[in-house]
C-alpha cells in the first residue's frame, strides 16, 4: 500500500524542485520503489522526477483536471510503488481564484470563508490526508522563518505540517538557532542544506531547463543533489512520515482497447519540445492509440505511417535555427495538414504552426505570426470551443493553462478563454486542427482522447 508525503514552501524558489528530486534518487537508491507528482500545471519539474524515480512523473491539478480528475491522477502516480513524494506548486496555499463551482464562462462571485484555493498544495493535501514537509529557504532569516511556519499550521490544524527542512543555511549556529525556535512549535527538523551544498538547477524564462534538454547534465547534476541531501537530511525519519493513501490508490490497470490496426500519432520532441503532460499520452494508448516520438530539430520526415500529429510546447525560440533549417520537416507538416491529418498544437507547437517565428518562416498552416516579449502571459482558462475540432465538439466547455512571453498576430478566435483578466478570444480550430497557446489536460473529460483517435483512425483508413 502506497505511502505519502507532500513537499512544499513557503514560496518559489525555496528550493522544492531540487530537494524533492534529491530525496526521490536517495529513495531510489536504497532499492525502495519510489513514484513522484508535480501539484499544478508544471511541466518542467516533472523531468527532474522522472530522472530521479525511473518513472513517469504526474501532474495533479484540481483546476485543470477537477477533483475527481486529480484523484485519478494519484491513482496514475502511486500505482506500484511504495512510496509517492508528491512536489508542491509556489507557496502551500497558493492557486487560483477562479471560481471552479461552475463552468459557466459567467462566474458570479461566490461568498463565504476562507477557503484553500484551488490548485493549491494545501488542497491536495486535504484530499489526499498527506503529511506536509516544508523547504524552507533560510538565507538571512532565522526565528521569523519559524513564525511563518507557525502560523500556516495554526491556519488549519487540520493540515498536517509534519516535518522542515532549511536550505541555504550559512553555518551550525544559523541552524542552531532556528532549531531552537521550532522546538517550541513541535514540528520536527529533518535536516538543513548548507548553502554551498545547494546544487542550484539551471533556469530561463519560463523557468528550470527542463532536465529532458540535457540528460547527461541533468543526472549529474541530480547526482550531487542526492548527495547533498543524503548528507544533510534524515531521510529515513522522513518517509517514517509518510502515511498511506488506501482510499486512492489501486492496483487495476486500466485495458488498452486493442484495434485491428492501431492508429500511429506521432509527438514531437527532442530539446525543443519538452512540455507535455504524461497522463495525456497514458489516455492515447488506452484508446488504442500507438505513440512515436520525432525530433523536429534532427529528423527531416515524420515516422512512418503516421495518422495524427501532437507538437506540444517548449523553448523554440531557444533552437530556432534548428528547426527553421528543417525546412523538409515542415513542408511536410503543412501537407500532412492540407491532405486532412488531424494536428494538435499547443505553445511552441502554435508557433511553429504559424507562418513566421521572428519573421522566418516556418510551416505555415496557418497565418500566426510570433515574436518574442517580455511580459508573461501567464494563468488558468475556462475555454469554450467556438467550432469543432480534433478535441472537441463546438460549445464543449474545457479547462487550459496560458505560459508564454511570445506574443501572435492573427492568433485566431476560435477559443472563448475565460482567466483572471477577463475574457478573450484565441487559437485556430478545425476539422483536423486544433492549435492555440492553451495547455489541455485531457484527464478532465478523457474523451477528448477518443475524439482524438477516432479522427487519427479516419484519416487513416483515407489514406
Known sequence: MTRAIIISALNSGAGKTTISSGIMAAVRKRGISIASAKVGPDYIDPTFHRIATGRPSYNIDTFL???SGAIASIR?????ADYLIIEGVMGIFDG????TTSDSLNPEPQPGNWRFATGSTAEVAMILGAPIVLVLDSKGTTESLVASVIGIKNTNPSLLIAGVILNRVASGEHVAQIARALTAS???LLGAI???SSAEVDSRHLGL??????LSYATKKLESIRGAVQAHLDVEKLLKLA??????????TKEVKVNRTRPTIAFATGKAFTFFYQENFDLLEEAGAQLVGFDPTTEETLPAETDALIIGGGYPEVYLAEIVQNQKLLSQIASFHLRGGPIWAECAGHMVLGASIEKIKTASVHRGHSTMGKRVTLGYRFVSAQKSNPLFDKGAI????????SKMSDDGEDFECLGRSGKTTSGIAEANLVSSYLHFHLGYDPSSADRFLSRAFRFHKAK
Not at 398 to 405: D, I, L, N, P, V
Open 65 to 67: 483536471t477537477g477533483r
Open 76 to 80: 496514475r502516480a502511486a500505482m506500484g
Open 96 to 99: 487560483t481564484t477562479l471560481d
Open 186 to 188: 513541535g514540528i520536527p
Open 194 to 196: 548548507p548553502k554551498e
Open 209 to 214: 531547463v527542463p532536465a529532458s534538454e540535457d
Open 243 to 252: 502515511r498511506r493513501i488506501p482510499l486512492y490508490v489501486s492496483t487495476e
Open 398 to 405: 474545457f479547462r487550459a493553462h496560458e505560459y508564454h512571453y
